[in-house]
């Protein structure tokens, strides 16, 4: 056989199966979400001053974002690409030491109460346990 097969699979590799397709899909929409949420909190932190002005405009950060989204919207729908998933996983891994952090070691500095911290673990969990039945085609 000419093509390549993936390791460990019987399908020439760059295809998805019917259920990893269903499971992209899902993971596209649940970033979506995960993204839709995250632009709120940056305009209600932003309502409230708690946005940073030393980072540049709120507008800019928002579209960014928006961008972002998108692409990684694109990325898992349209191209039904596992390895977006797989590194939008790892990069969505590395906020959880910060929530954690927020959540359940805050110091008396911490200008958002511990409840937003769980929340967004909650939510981050979530968006990472479907990127990885997506990535993994668990």
């Not at 932190?45 to 579209?63: F, I, K, N, Y």
């Not at 590194?87 to 927020?102: C, D, F, M, N």
């Amino acid at each position: 056989m000419s093509e390549l097969l993936e390791a460990g699979g019987d399908r020439p590799a760059g295809r998805v199966t019917t259920a990893q397709r269903r499971k992209l899909r899902q993971a596209a929409f649940v970033y979506l979400h995960y993204g839709i949420l995250y632009q709120s909190v940056v305009v209600v932190l932003a309502q409230r001053g708690l946005a940073s002005p030393e980072r540049g405009p709120v507008w800019l950060w928002l579209l960014i974002g928006v961008l972002i989204v998108a692409m990684v919207f694109w990325a898992l729908w349209f191209r039904e690409s596992v390895w977006t998933a797989r590194i939008i996983w790892a990069v969505h891994s590395l906020r959880v030491p910060t929530l954690l952090g927020g959540a359940f070691f805050a110091d008396a500095a911490q200008r958002l109460p511990s409840s937003f911290y769980i929340t967004a673990l909650l939510v981050v969990l979530v968006n990472l346990w479907m990127l990885a039945r997506a990535g993994w085609d668990l």
